[in-house]
């Protein structure tokens, strides 16, 4: 995959798949295939979790395949989601289930196990040419309402895949994000050694 | 990478960095180079987080060069973790910070981007030929002491990072799970088709 101007700025380099990911709001009209979306999906499948729980489920419509099941999951958006998520191939709400039937107490990992499996979904994605952008602005109780969602089960994130298109199909305003250069907080904050606060000799 | 009998039996194909992916206990008496370690840890950097927020921290030791860290960290594990904890080349906890100081609110995707940033850091070992293991098993109140965290940050999660070793080094429980084969509930559960409890076709 060619490095795009969206590519992470690092001081020492990381895989292609984690470098290229970012989040776009431009995605073209195309159905993803079956067995990419099950890619996909197998990803998240096999992600790590807290006592092998797997706290997840997925509630997905792909908009080239039911026109309906895509329209109640677009209806969760918010503001500019909805704007540009009516183009995504596919969207989903995933679902966390913080008190488990099947274990003792409560799942102190529910939330954090669902960011690990949308993140190998994510970089499944990339793997077959999709890109993911994930969304907190969406309706949490609309969607519990209109995708059916049991009391014991959490919405915990909305999420487009899709495969990218030009910018050019964006609103001004939402092209402008689009096109923004990515940044994140130096390494040195983010790394110490042994103790908070102190910084890495080899990451300051 | 050679398929292992740890390899994820899937439908549908997934990338090898996510297939040969597992949360292994022995380790191999081997430093990790600078830069590797380097390109963990930007891999982390470089994971999404709602509204950019980056809400993660690392504090880590290296066993092979720097004996006291190290052992501080070890002695918040907890059980067998601590067993086979001691000969990973790497431990860390991974720090949020619920209620940020640079955005209004709680942030509720705190644990779900550590989540997240631990997955993009776990792919980024294996493209490296290092391994993970996440521990929920530790201390967290002794972690907070020793590392000298502060009360408005919070640990998550430990884990340990190395490079394979032959399983023979483990105790014989520990052995057994070493190589015990991983396993997954169904897609048909966990990929709803626009409604909760509805299978999907194609993932049935």
Redesign the interface.
């Known amino acids: 995959m060619p490095k795009s101007d969206k590519s992470?700025v690092?001081?020492?380099?990381?895989?292609d798949?984690?470098?290229n990911?970012w989040?776009p709001r431009a995605f073209a009209d195309r159905a993803i295939p079956?067995?990419v979306?099950?890619?996909i999906?197998?990803?998240?499948?096999?992600?790590?979790s807290?006592?092998?729980l797997?706290p997840?489920?997925?509630?997905?419509?792909a908009r080239h395949h039911?026109a309906?099941?895509?329209a109640?999951?677009l209806s969760t958006l918010m503001g500019a989601n909805k704007s540009w998520g009516k183009n995504a191939s596919v969207l989903l709400v995933a679902?966390t289930e913080p008190n488990p039937d099947s274990a003792p107490g409560p799942n102190?990992?529910a939330?954090?196990?669902?960011?690990?499996a949308?993140?190998?979904l994510?970089?499944?994605a990339m793997?077959c040419g999709l890109f993911i952008h994930?969304m907190?602005g969406f309706n949490r109780e609309k969607a519990r309402e209109v995708?059916?969602?049991?009391d014991q089960?959490e919405p915990?994130?909305s999420a487009a895949i899709g495969y990218l298109a030009d910018p050019s199909i964006l609103s001004d305003t939402m092209k402008k994000r689009e096109l923004a250069p990515?940044?994140?907080?130096p390494?040195a904050?983010?790394?110490?050694?042994?103790?908070?606060?102190q910084t890495?000799p080899?990451?300051a």
Do not use: C
Request: aromatic share 14%; charged share 20%; net charge neutral.
């Open positions: 992470a690092t001081t020492y380099p990381i895989n798949l984690l470098a990911r989040s079956t067995e979306l099950g890619s999906f197998e990803a998240a499948r096999w992600a790590p807290s006592r092998n797997q997840w489920h997925f509630v997905i419509a039911d309906d099941g895509f109640r999951l679902v102190r990992y939330h954090y196990d669902v960011g690990q949308m993140a190998h994510s970089i499944q793997s994930q907190g995708l059916e969602i049991p089960y915990v994130v990515r940044s994140r907080n390494l904050e983010q790394v110490f050694s042994a103790k908070w606060g890495h080899d990451y």
